[in-house]
């Protein structure tokens, strides 16, 4: 089965960023992290595009999200601390997302990268989405500067979207990528957003589980 994906991106007022990292740090991590079938998280910050934050987390599988025990943590059932944020928080989007490429890559699995590229397609017809994959293969892999490329099909809110994800060894300026390779997919494009691992203070950036 394909390894899934939960995305997380919201961005806090500038008064309440300390709060905000505390609780995600302290708080909203472990707890998705103790749910069965989620097997890692990381955390980012967009150094170009919106919003600020960014969280993902690999699942053995998409079904992760629609258990018992994640469902004990999540809607009706969020702490008192985790209402309050999701109140604050603007520029929020969740996602849950099936691996189309490479199926069961995990991030980090070719090592650490500086940067991450997400690009983020919606509105994409059944004859567009199936450029998203070898487009994105074409834009990337094989380069000296890219660790890993992962494709994922997500929905949120209904919709159904393709979000690739660029672990980057060396970032890599975009007025050198031909669009060409995308074809049609390429006018679905919604955001493309370059982020740095997130560092917390007196630490280092890492995987946790």
């Not at 919106?50 to 059932?77: F, I, K, M, T």
């Not at 601390?81 to 604050?88: A, E, I, K, L, P």
Request: proline fraction near 5%; charged fraction near 25%; hydrophobic fraction near 45%.
């Amino acid at each position: 089965m394909a390894k899934g994906l939960l995305l997380a991106m919201m961005e806090p007022p500038a008064e309440l960023e300390v709060e905000f990292n505390a609780w995600y740090d302290t708080e909203h991590l472990p707890e998705r992290l103790a749910v069965d079938g989620f097997v890692n998280g990381r955390r980012f910050v967009c150094i170009e595009g919106w919003p600020r934050y960014l969280a993902l987390y690999d699942l053995a599988s998409v079904e992760a999200l629609h258990r018992p025990s994640y469902e004990g943590v999540g809607g009706a059932n969020q702490s008192a601390w985790s209402q309050r944020t999701q109140g604050f928080v603007g520029g929020l989007l969740r996602a849950e997302g099936v691996q189309l490429h490479p199926g069961e890559a995990l991030i980090g699995a070719r090592g650490r990268a500086a940067r991450l590229v997400l690009w983020h397609f919606r509105g994409v017809s059944e004859a567009a989405a199936t450029r998203i994959v070898p487009g994105l293969r074409a834009i990337y892999e094989n380069r000296p500067e890219t660790a890993q490329l992962r494709v994922f099909r997500i929905s949120h809110d209904d919709e159904v979207g393709y979000v690739g994800l660029v672990e980057q060894r060396l970032p890599r300026a975009f007025d050198t990528i031909d669009l060409a390779a995308l074809g049609a997919a390429a006018d679905c494009i919604d955001a493309v957003n370059v982020y740095v691992p997130y560092r917390r203070r007196g630490g280092l950036p890492g995987l946790f589980k």
